[in-house]
């Protein structure tokens, strides 16, 4: 039965939480950023800033739900809570604060936080496996 028991995974190293939670961040502000340009928007940076915060905060609520910071790089561990998070947790503050959610942006906003939290993490996992088949 020991089988069944299983270690909580450790504590990744500081310098890859910090980089994936600054990549989660650059690349909400991206999707923000390209949201608004895409719709001619005003105020570049305090838009953008605008448009991102739900989704931000959705993203941190991610982390800390999924404990991104044991396995930061993780598309299962880490990449699906923190999109989820920003999605759902980004449509639901848009919502309660009177910003606009329509089917189309919610479409739109899950396949593009989708590929930007989810993709360089495959990237990445990706990377790591050849790494190891070439090191063999």
Same mark, same amino acid.
């Given at each position: 039965?020991? !089988?069944?028991?299983?270690?909580?995974?450790?504590?990744?190293?500081?310098?890859?939480?910090?980089?994936?939670?600054?990549?989660?961040?650059?690349?909400?502000?991206? !999707?923000?950023?390209?949201?608004?340009?895409?719709?001619?928007?005003?105020?570049?940076?305090?838009?953008?800033?605008?448009?991102?915060?739900? !989704?931000?905060?959705?993203?941190?609520?991610?982390?800390?739900?999924?404990?991104?910071?044991?396995?930061?790089?993780?598309?299962?561990?880490?990449?699906?809570?923190?999109?989820?998070?920003?999605?759902?947790?980004?449509?639901?503050?848009?919502?309660?604060?009177?910003?606009?959610?329509?089917?189309?942006?919610?479409?739109?906003?899950?396949?593009?936080?989708?590929?930007?939290?989810?993709?360089?993490?495959?990237?990445?996992?990706?990377?790591?496996?050849?790494?190891?088949?070439?090191?063999?």
């Amino acid at each position: 039965m020991s !089988f069944m028991k299983t270690k909580p995974a450790p504590a990744a190293p500081g310098r890859a939480v910090a980089a994936a939670a600054v990549a989660d961040i650059v690349l909400i502000l991206v !999707f923000a950023a390209i949201g608004r340009d895409a719709h001619h928007r005003e105020e570049p940076i305090l838009g953008v800033l605008l448009t991102a915060w739900p !989704f931000l905060a959705g993203a941190a609520a991610g982390w800390v739900i999924g404990r991104a910071w044991r396995l930061p790089l993780s598309v299962l561990r880490a990449g699906v809570p923190v999109w989820l998070g920003s999605l759902v947790g980004g449509m639901l503050l848009r919502a309660v604060t009177g910003q606009s959610v329509v089917l189309p942006f919610i479409i739109v906003a899950t396949l593009a936080l989708a590929v930007f939290l989810l993709g360089y993490r495959f990237l990445l996992a990706g990377a790591a496996r050849l790494r190891r088949r070439q090191g063999r």
